[in-house]
């Protein structure tokens, strides 16, 4: 079992830049796919990127390519997503997750999730 907990949050303005962290507790993280996924108000989660459980291979959705950068420490069960340029539209609670296949883009697809960390971005 994995358990996961996300922080970096915080008020940003547009063009400015974040880095989530997740740290993860659990002897078996490296053996698990991670992801971003966001929520906005009103709004059903959605992905945002992946990382595969070695670190070479990551996917991003198409709202954060050239953007955002997915990456991952091992030794120190922790998780990143360093979001630069970003837009109101950014705006929403981030969440971590662990699974099992790189190539899963829902939520459902995902074992644990962090409790979110919320990013605002301001015009």
């Known amino acids: 079992q994995v358990q996961l907990v996300e922080s970096g949050g915080g008020l940003v303005q547009a063009g400015g830049s974040l880095r989530l962290s997740c740290a993860a507790s659990?002897?078996?993280?490296?053996?698990?796919?991670m992801g971003w996924f966001r929520q906005a108000p009103g709004k059903e989660r959605e992905f945002v990127a992946v990382?595969?459980?070695?670190?070479?291979?990551?996917y991003y959705a198409d709202s954060a390519k050239g953007r955002f950068t997915i990456s991952r420490d091992n030794a120190k069960n922790m998780v990143y997503l360093q979001m630069n340029s970003l837009k109101p539209e950014d705006t929403a609670v981030y969440y971590c997750?662990?699974?099992?296949?790189?190539?899963?883009?829902?939520?459902?697809?995902?074992?644990?999730w962090g409790q979110g960390t919320q990013v605002t971005v301001s015009s």
């Open positions: 659990g002897r078996t993280f490296s053996s698990y796919v």
């Open positions: 990382i595969s459980w070695r670190g070479d291979n990551k």
């Open positions: 997750a662990a699974g099992g296949s790189y190539y899963q883009r829902s939520p459902g697809g995902f074992d644990y």
